[in-house]
């Protein structure tokens, strides 16, 4: 790979440079792209000693490592799952060679390394039954043992000197289960030492399973046998593009489930609100407009909500990208026309968007409240001392955007039934105003991903792939910051990265990986912005991948631009065929479903010029044949059924077949790209006050730190401590580690100090319960939808200011990471609405883990005040049934002071 520094940006004619140099190599090929290891033509892609090749346009042949079976597992003692904490395992790639594989040599207890295997590591793929032995290292165990008389487990119960009774591998792999109970001595799944040094193994006999079949000379082969002919049908001069959008049709078919809806991926069975609504803005809403439809009403509660799939801390509205649904659903009606579809969706998100108001909507900085649109594993981007409540607080830019282009689409929605518009107008504006003046990085030049932070958030420097895509294509920069950001957003030689820089020692799946439909997202935005590098580079980013894998993959490594190393991955992930489609449908013929037309805007790079037709593609009553010939930035000429028009559209009252061609302007104008190479962030220090000094971790690679107070930049030290001077006020001291690069590490966890009367803690004035412990006073009371759905909490005021006031609770309804049954409260203030708490769950089954939920602000003045807590139609969560928390005290924290303070106040 070429060697470019951490920051480079790369001119579009560079791409055309190397590829000059390499076309007479390629034995008559037409080059589509040369980048830093890789080679997109015509007809194929060359990646070092792999090559995949259209052999035909119903036929790929590949000679990368085949997509094959991985399996997962975990190791228990005396037949108890207490190695790791769920959703940490082992995992191993099932390819084996001579008809066998054997594992690493496990250590009991060591949480397994981020790995990144490249291709060229990987062995071959035997067919049939794999002879799979798993090692596993138990003399740090026995030692323990026999020096201590017990071994204490990650998890789980200690383990006394004669209590070592069987050891046992539980998993996904033949002959395996993740059920502990069924475990059994002289069962498959237990491991042995029969030589006696320590090291316990188990050999399983594992069916192999492989995406695509092979040919007699070794290679994967991809050929097409659905019937695809209800889609439209492309043809160009490029026999790859050809090829991979009739394997993505083929693709598409396979994931439409037996009720009509469409899945997630091979593995994902479910309808995943978010995936099959970026799925359809892509592309599905015109090539699948039925199962779109069905797919979206599948999202919808029976109280006419949108669902927020499983998440963090309890899901709504700790998340809240489930307004992705109005982006599709728009996109459906624009496609269709369905009168019937317009009014069901707009009263859809029209109720959503109530309750998001409700919770999330944040009046003070115009901000939408919530997680990272997507990036819904929070140890994946979020630093570890993020709790549930500290994400519900944040603010993401791709969320916000999606909530602007909602507003948008309520607008344009209401417009269409002839209704008022001038509020859904107003709410956009606002959250495109703040998403500018409040998440904007003026030195980086991109949004920041995320503010995030407790009593004073900051901006995280890191960029957000979707989240800049999302922002450009659907207008929230102006035109010249939308240049600035399609050329300055971070991009690696393989695609666009889902965030950068990288979070350290995390296994990849968001962090550190590339998505396809991200890729695609970005492909369409440099065709909003005109990028014309951004253009080249992203569609051979879609074009790789799905070439060299024979299928649209979920995600891959950024670094290795491999599928083997991530977390999780699925073969034929739905947003990332879509993702393959829209690069014909939104950038090579540029469609735009407009209320009443469909534009076509193409962005056709030289490499890809010639002759491209789209034909049965149907939209509204028409069916269209589409044909662009040439190449360019622009179109020069149009004609609608032989008749020239000024613009490429079609209008919405077309029926019938007709035809439009169009020709392009020849201009490629030169654009630059940020370049990047795959780099980690800093490690987060861990910060604390000892006696007036603020101490933090030394972080390893770091060259200096910087400290902040209230959220603002202190000082910047290479030390590891600094003096805190005395003060009255509440004040918040945070640490990030910078690195020879520029590169920040995140934030670390606020210490908070708060002097005397600075704090008042209120406790509700009501029977008391005391079954659970952890409470700090009398007791606590017990919320749900049948009792204390009010509860009043006097409180005296000392000094007028404002108060940030939290809920002390525990919510044991279920994990932090999934479930539905964050607990929401609405806090009035002397009767009056002030905004909403959020107490997400803390563990299933954890009533005794207490905690702060989120915090709202208000002004009070001195005197007697009364603080409720009322659960009102608008807090229903997800879950719907379950809506519990154990409250057990107010925290009011003064943050700021009055504008005439009263005798003995600041």
């Known amino acids: 790979m070429m060697n470019l520094p951490a920051r480079t940006l790369i001119p579009g004619c560079m791409a055309f440079a190397l590829a000059a140099g390499a076309s007479e190599a390629l034995h008559g090929q037409r080059v589509l792209y040369q980048g830093a290891g890789f080679t997109v033509t015509d007809t194929s892609v060359r990646q070092g000693r792999f090559e995949a090749v259209a052999t035909s346009r119903d036929t790929i042949v590949s000679t990368y490592p085949r997509s094959g079976r991985e399996i997962r597992y975990r190791f228990s003692i005396n037949g108890q799952d207490n190695e790791f904490r769920p959703g940490t395992e082992h995992t191993l790639y099932v390819r084996p060679q001579g008809g066998a594989i054997v594992s690493p040599v496990h250590v009991f207890g060591d949480e397994p390394r981020p790995y990144f295997p490249t291709p060229e590591a990987s062995a071959g793929s035997d067919d049939g039954i794999a002879q799979v032995t798993l090692r596993l290292d138990m003399r740090g165990v026995l030692r323990s043992l026999r020096e201590t008389g017990s071994y204490r487990p990650p998890q789980g119960t200690p383990i006394g000197r004669d209590e070592l009774h069987a050891v046992y591998a539980i998993g996904d792999a033949d002959g395996l289960s993740w059920d502990v109970g069924g475990l059994r001595p002289g069962s498959p799944a237990e491991l042995t030492d029969p030589d006696g040094d320590g090291i316990y193994t188990a050999t399983l006999p594992v069916q192999t399973r492989y995406t695509r079949a092979r040919t007699a000379e070794g290679a994967a082969i991809w050929a097409r046998t659905a019937d695809v002919s209800a889609f439209p049908q492309l043809r160009s001069d490029q026999r790859l593009v050809d090829a991979l959008y009739r394997m993505s049709l083929e693709e598409l078919t396979q994931l439409v489930r037996a009720d009509g809806a469409l899945s997630a991926g091979a593995k994902w069975e479910g309808v995943w609100t978010r995936d099959v609504s970026y799925a359809s803005v892509l592309a599905l809403a015109l090539a699948a407009p039925d199962a779109v439809r069905r797919s979206l009403l599948a999202k919808v509660d029976s109280e006419g909500r949108i669902i927020q799939d499983t998440g963090t801390g309890g899901s709504w509205p700790v998340s809240t990208d489930r307004m992705t649904w109005a982006l599709a659903a728009w996109e459906l009606y624009a496609a269709t026309g369905d009168r019937a579809w317009l009014r069901r969706s707009y009263d859809v998100i029209r109720r959503s968007a109530a309750a998001d108001r409700h919770a999330a909507f944040e009046a003070r900085t115009g901000l939408v409240a919530g997680e990272t649109s997507f990036m819904d594993w929070r140890e994946q981007s979020y630093p570890r001392w993020m709790e549930p409540r500290d994400i519900a607080s944040s603010a993401a830019v791709g969320t916000n955007v999606v909530h602007y282009a909602t507003y948008r689409i309520l607008g344009k929605m209401a417009r269409a039934l002839g209704q008022p518009a001038a509020e859904w107008d107003g709410t956009a504006e606002r959250i495109r105003t703040a998403i500018n003046t409040r998440l904007w990085l003026p030195e980086q030049g991109w949004y920041s991903v995320y503010r995030y932070g407790r009593g004073f958030p900051t901006l ?92 649209n993959k979920e995600n891959m490594v950024a670094a290795t631009g491999h599928f083997d190393g991530t977390v999780l991955n699925s073969d034929r992930q739905l947003w990332s065929v879509a993702g393959n489609l829209a690069a014909t449908y939104r950038v090579l013929f540029g469609m735009r479903l407009e209320a009443d037309r469909l534009s076509f805007r193409p962005m056709v790079p030289p490499a890809y010029g010639g002759t491209r037709t789209l034909t049965g593609l149907r939209y509204r009553n028409a069916v269209l044949a589409v044909t662009v010939a040439g190449h360019g930035d622009g179109v020069a000429s149009a004609r609608l059924d032989g008749r020239p028009v000024a613009l490429a559209d079609v209008p919405a009252t077309l029926a019938g077949a007709h035809t439009l061609v169009i020709r392009m302007n020849g201009r490629w104008p030169a654009a630059r790209i940020h370049l990047v190479q795959n780099h980690f962030a800093p490690e987060t220090p861990v910060a604390r006050m000892k006696g007036d000094s603020l101490e933090w971790t030394e972080i390893p690679g770091a060259v200096r730190y910087a400290t902040y107070r209230n959220g603002r930049t202190a000082e910047s030290t290479t030390g590891t401590r600094v003096a805190v001077a005395a003060s009255g006020d509440v004040a918040e001291y945070q640490v990030m580690a910078v690195d020879a690069s520029g590169a920040q590490s995140f934030l670390s966890e606020p210490v908070r100090i708060a002097p005397a009367g600075t704090e008042i803690v209120a406790r509700p004035d009501v029977a008391l319960e005391t079954e659970h412990a952890g409470f700090t006073g009398a007791g606590y009371v017990l919320l749900t939808l049948d009792r204390n759905t009010t509860v009043h909490i006097p409180v005296h005021v000392a000094c007028a200011g404002t108060y940030e006031v939290a809920p002390r609770y525990a919510n044991g309804s279920g ?51 009364t603080l409720s807590l009322t659960y009102t139609p608008l807090d229903q969560n997800m879950g719907r049934t379950v809506n519990t928390a154990l409250l057990d005290h107010l925290r009011l924290t003064r943050i700021g002071p009055a504008l005439a303070p009263a005798r003995g106040c600041r």
Not at 504 to 513: E, K, V
Not at 819 to 843: E, F, H, I, N, Y
């Open 815 to 865: 994990p932090i990471n999934t479930d539905s049954k964050a607990a929401v409260r609405t806090l009035l203030v002397d009767g009056r609405p002030a905004g909403v708490l959020v107490m997400p769950q803390r563990g299933a089954g954890q009533w005794t883990d207490w905690g702060y939920g989120t915090a709202v602000r208000t002004v009070l003045g001195p005197g007697e005040h």
């Open 460 to 551: 995280s420097p890191r960029s957000d792939g979707l989240g800049e895509a999302l922002a450009i294509i659907y207008g929230v920069p102006s035109v010249e910051r939308g240049a600035t950001l399609a050329a300055r957003t971070p991009q690696v030689a393989f695609g666009t990265p889902t965030f950068w820089p990288y979070v350290p020692n995390l296994p990849s799946y968001h962090d550190g990986a590339l998505w396809p439909f991200v890729n695609a997202y970005w492909a369409w935005a440099s065709a909003r912005a005109g990028n014309t590098a951004g253009v080249e580079h992203a569609l051979a980013s879609i074009y790789r991948p799905a070439a060299l894998f024979l299928t």
